[in-house]
């Protein structure tokens, strides 16, 4: 039997690991090879969050970055997470320009297959009955994810009623998505029946994260349950609090009499390329975690408590991390039980280092609380299971009516053109300054000049060239092999 691979390396491995600093000479640098290596889809950065951080922070073009993934990798399958949405924290944009900006990315070649998160934002009825006919239209494959979570509401019968919800949209995969890495063996083992029973013949996949230690584990007993595709990553953008490594999976799975599809002797390459390149910008290397039940306490996923770490140190409290993390149990309990994910695990976890830092609970409150508690964010959001007094303090203040009378975001297209530079500017320079909120932070991309080059993993004589031009002192180097001889001398000094 025949066990498939989702890639996430490029999107999701860089973001559980390397805060998505993963720059488009990275992904280059390997990409030819990831392309020949059989998997079944690569998930690539070209959602708009992903947009906003290599503008900002790369100072790179993401739409040059897209067309680049599409030409060196024309033989694999593009996917990202998509939805009727473009940032998760901010106002929802228009539907025309949701619409535009991945009728643009399809246009680049980037992108073959959307994933979209279905049990948060209610978007099972706000979102998925425009969306999924629009992202079919633009002839993409439809991948909807069902994320797990533990709670006295998040039970089989939830998830049974909800993949009811997800097959009358006849995707063509759904998968699992464990983002807090909660899953055991023995929950997958009540879990993935109920799910399979309700999929109607819709195939299955697992999304997984190693932030607990058990992933792998997890894995192999998807397979013995009939799961067939598992989303992984190459190392080093594997462990830690990213995927399972493909290497360690597909060899296990080898073992216990499956097939993997990938090439296991080309992608060892990719792991060395990128390593390297690890080692050369000082990034972290994932490494496999130690098994920690706190996790299973507080949910709260780990690049979300990297980032709470940095905000407790600017507020001089970071040795209170313990009592912010124990604080998030209460508050998410006070919500009804949200899923920790974004963007209700950063809502959840900021609300928390308030509470704490203020020494009195909910004394001062952040707009999105309250929007939640308005139910903005659907059903997952001020519904059923959350505190009543709790939420009717929150609709009670003021702040409370201002967010109420916000105008809702039914601009045209020809407006937001009109007031981002008029019909001159393309629809990709639209978009970005959409999402960066006017043209300063494009133009500082703009002014940094071309994105940084790293050499291919195929080209280990270019390498050596630039790594001796950094070493003045070093004369030359003299490259053997057999009885052929190259002597490479070093004229950067001179």
């Not at 991945?102 to 425009?130: C, H, M």
């Amino acid at each position: 039997m025949d066990v498939r691979f989702i890639d996430t390396t490029f999107r999701d491995g860089s973001q559980s690991l390397w805060a998505l600093g993963m720059r488009a000479g990275m992904i280059e640098s390997v990409a030819e090879t990831m392309d020949r290596a059989g998997f079944q889809a690569i998930e690539v950065p070209v959602a708009a969050v992903n947009m906003k951080k290599f503008v900002r922070d790369l100072k790179e073009d993401p739409w040059e970055m897209a067309r680049m993934v599409a030409r060196k990798m024309p033989n694999t399958v593009k996917t990202c997470m998509a939805g009727g949405h473009l940032l998760s924290f901010e106002t929802p944009a228009p539907r025309s320009l949701i619409e535009l900006y991945f009728e643009r990315v399809v246009a680049t070649g980037a992108l073959n297959r959307a994933q979209l998160t279905s049990n948060s934002f209610d978007q099972i009825k706000r979102t998925f009955p425009w969306i999924i006919p629009y992202f079919k239209k633009l002839g993409l494959q439809i991948a909807c994810a069902l994320s797990y979570t533990i709670s006295p509401r998040h039970t089989d019968e939830y998830y049974a009623e909800k993949m009811r919800e997800l097959v009358a949209f006849k995707p063509d995969s759904i998968y699992l998505k464990d983002q807090g890495g909660l899953l055991t063996v023995d929950r997958l083992r009540t879990l993935l029946p109920v799910m399979f029973e309700n999929a109607a013949g819709v195939p299955i996949e697992l999304h997984s994260h190693c932030t607990t230690g058990l992933a792998d584990l997890v894995y192999m007993e998807a397979l013995r349950l009939g799961v067939r595709v598992l989303h992984t990553a190459v190392p080093p953008l594997a462990n830690g609090s990213s995927q399972p490594s493909v290497l360690n999976v597909a060899n296990n799975a080898r073992l216990m009499g499956y097939r993997p599809t990938v090439d296991l002797t080309a992608l060892p390459k990719v792991a060395e390329r990128l390593t390297a390149i690890a080692r050369q910008d000082k990034l972290p290397i994932g490494a496999p975690l130690e098994y920690d039940c706190a996790q299973y306490v507080h949910h709260v996923p780990g690049g979300v408590i990297s980032n709470l770490r940095y905000q407790l140190a600017t507020l001089g409290i970071q040795h209170r991390l313990d009592e912010v993390l124990e604080e998030t149990v209460r508050v998410r309990k006070d919500l009804g039980y949200p899923i920790m994910i974004t963007p209700h695990s950063q809502f959840v976890v900021s609300q928390s280092a308030i509470n704490v830092a203020q020494g009195e609970r909910y004394k001062l409150v952040i707009d999105e609380l309250i929007l939640f508690a308005q139910g903005v964010y659907g059903d997952d959001s001020g519904y059923g299971w959350m505190d009543q007094n709790l939420k009717d303090r929150l609709l009670a203040m003021p702040r409370a009516k201002e967010l109420a009378q916000r105008p809702a975001p039914d601009v045209s297209l020809k407006d937001i053109r009109r007031k981002l530079g008029g019909a001159g500017v393309s629809d990709e320079e639209l978009l970005l300054r959409y999402i960066m909120k006017g043209d300063q932070e494009i133009a500082a991309m703009h002014a940094a000049g071309p994105p940084r080059q790293y050499a291919s993993a195929t080209l280990p004589l270019l390498t050596l060239i630039q790594e001796l031009s950094k070493h003045k002192q070093l004369r030359y180097v003299q490259v053997q092999r057999g009885t052929e001889s190259l002597i490479i001398e070093n004229r950067s000094g001179v």
